[in-house]
C-alpha cells in the first residue's frame, strides 16, 4: 500500500542551523512527492514538489528537498532556518490513478531563539 | 479572492447532536476536498467533490455526509457527533484533478471538540 513515513514528530533547532526533516515513501511507481507547510492556525501550503527530472528541486522560503529512488527518501532542508520557520511539515505522495495525495504524520519544527 | 473560507473556527458539539461545517472558495475551482488532522496522524481524506452534483468518498467517510449543489459551496455534515469525530477539519480545492500540476488551496481549518 502507498504510504509516507515522517520519522520525527518533533524537532527543535536554534535559529541559523541547518534543518533536515525526514521523509520516507512506499510507492510502486515513479512518485509524485510534496512538502506541506502548515503555520499555527493556517492551513497547508504547498513548499515545492518533485515529479521528475533533477533530484534536487527548490522550493520558496529557502527550502529545497532531495529526491534518493535508492533510499526511497524526499528529505526537506534548509542551510539556515529562522524564528519564522517554526511550524508543521508534512510530506505527501500523490496516488496517481485516483488523483489523491497521502499525507505523512506531520513534523513540528521549534525554532530555539 | 478570499480563497478558501472555512466556518466556523471553532466549535464544542455534544455527544448525538449534529452540525455542518461550512467551506465555500471563490476560485471557481471545481475539485474539493475535505481532510481530518488528528495530532501524529497526518491527514486523511473524508469526501471529495469533482464538480457541482458529483461527490465521492475518500478514506474515512463514515460518519459524515456532502453535498455540492453550487461550484462554490462544499458543506461537511454531521449528523450524530462523536467523540471520535474530534479533530481538526480542511477543506481543500483545485482548478484540475491533475494535483501534480494544479497545487490544492486549504483553508484555515475548523476545530470541532465532542464531548
Known amino acids: 500500500a502507498q504510504s509516507v513515513t515522517q520519522p520525527d514528530i518533533h524537532i527543535t533547532v536554534s535559529e541559523g542551523a541547518s534543518l533536515e526533516l525526514r521523509c520516507n515513501y512506499s510507492?510502486?511507481?515513479?512518485?509524485?512527492l510534496f512538502w506541506y507547510v502548515q503555520s499555527p492556525g493556517q492551513g497547508l501550503q504547498l513548499l515545492l514538489k518533485?515529479?521528475?527530472?533533477?533530484?534536487l528541486v527548490q522550493g520558496i522560503k529557502g527550502f529545497e528537498a532531495e529526491f534518493k529512488r535508492s533510499q526511497s527518501s524526499f528529505n526537506l532542508r534548509k542551510p539556515s532556518v529562522h524564528w519564522s520557520d517554526a511550524a508543521e511539515y508534512f510530506c505527501?505522495?500523490?496516488?496517481?490513478?485516483?488523483?489523491?495525495?497521502?499525507f505523512g504524520q506531520g513534523t513540528r519544527l521549534t525554532i530555539n531563539p | 479572492n478570499a480563497g478558501v473560507t472555512q466556518t466556523p473556527k471553532f466549535r464544542i458539539l455534544k455527544i448525538g447532536q449534529s452540525m455542518t461545517l461550512q467551506c465555500t472558495q471563490d476560485?471557481?475551482?471545481?475539485?474539493m476536498y475535505w481532510y481530518r488532522q488528528d495530532p501524529g496522524m497526518g491527514l486523511k481524506l473524508i469526501y471529495y467533490?469533482?464538480?457541482?452534483?458529483?461527490?465521492d468518498k475518500g478514506e474515512v467517510p463514515n460518519g459524515y455526509n456532502v453535498s455540492r449543489s453550487t461550484t462554490e459551496d462544499f458543506p461537511l455534515r454531521l449528523e450524530l457527533a462523536a467523540p471520535s469525530q474530534t479533530s481538526v477539519y480542511f477543506c481543500?480545492?483545485?482548478?484540475?484533478?491533475?494535483?501534480?500540476?494544479?497545487?490544492?488551496?486549504f483553508g484555515n481549518g475548523t476545530r470541532l471538540t465532542v464531548t
Open positions: 481543500a480545492s483545485t482548478t484540475s484533478d491533475r494535483l501534480y500540476n494544479s497545487p490544492l488551496h
Open positions: 505527501a505522495v500523490l496516488i496517481q490513478g485516483a488523483q489523491k495525495l497521502v
Open positions: 476560485m471557481n475551482h471545481n475539485y
Open positions: 467533490s469533482v464538480g457541482a452534483g458529483i461527490t
Open positions: 518533485y515529479f521528475s527530472g533533477d533530484t
Open positions: 510507492y510502486g511507481a515513479t512518485p509524485y
